[in-house]
Nanobody, 118 residues
Framework: QVQVVESGGGLVQPGGSLRLSCACSGSIFKFSLMGWYRQGPGKQRELVAAITINGSTNYADSVKGRFTISRDNAKNTVYLQMNSLKPEDTAVYYC????????????WGQGTQVTVSS
C-alpha cells in the first residue's frame, strides 16, 4: 500500500521556524512529483511548494525566500523547512505524491497542523 506520512507540525511564535517531514512507503522514486499543500481556516487548499524527481522546485509567491523544499532519496523523505513564520502561515499542511506508472495517481497524507501564534 502506498502511503505518505507527514510529521513535524506544532505551535511556533511569529518569526520562528519548523521543519516538516513527509515519509514515503517504499521508494520515493515511484513519485514523479512531491508537493506540500496547506489549508488554512476557511480557505481552500493551496500549493505551497513542490519538487520533481529531478530536484526542480517551485514555490507559492507567499512563501518564496522563507520556505525550502528538499528531498533525501536515501531516506525516501521530503522536507519543508519553514523560516520567518507568520500567523497567516497557520494551516494544516499536507504532503502529496504524484505516482508514476503502476503507482499512477495522487497520494495524500493525513496532514499536520502548523499554528503560528504568540
Amino acid at each position: 500500500q502506498v502511503q505518505v506520512v507527514e510529521s513535524g507540525g506544532g505551535l511556533v511564535q511569529p518569526g520562528g521556524s519548523l521543519r516538516l517531514s513527509c515519509a514515503c512507503s517504499g521508494s520515493i522514486f515511484k513519485f514523479s512529483l512531491m508537493g506540500w499543500y496547506r489549508q488554512g481556516p476557511g480557505k481552500q487548499r493551496e500549493l505551497v511548494a513542490a519538487i520533481t524527481i529531478n530536484g526542480s522546485t517551485n514555490y507559492a509567491d507567499s512563501v518564496k525566500g522563507r520556505f525550502t523544499i528538499s528531498r533525501d532519496n536515501a531516506k525516501n523523505t521530503v522536507y519543508l523547512q519553514m523560516n520567518s513564520l507568520k500567523p497567516e502561515d497557520t494551516a494544516v499542511y499536507y504532503c502529496k505524491g504524484h505516482g508514476l506508472g503502476y503507482f499512477s495517481g495522487d497520494y495524500w497524507g493525513q496532514g499536520t497542523q502548523v499554528t503560528v501564534s504568540s
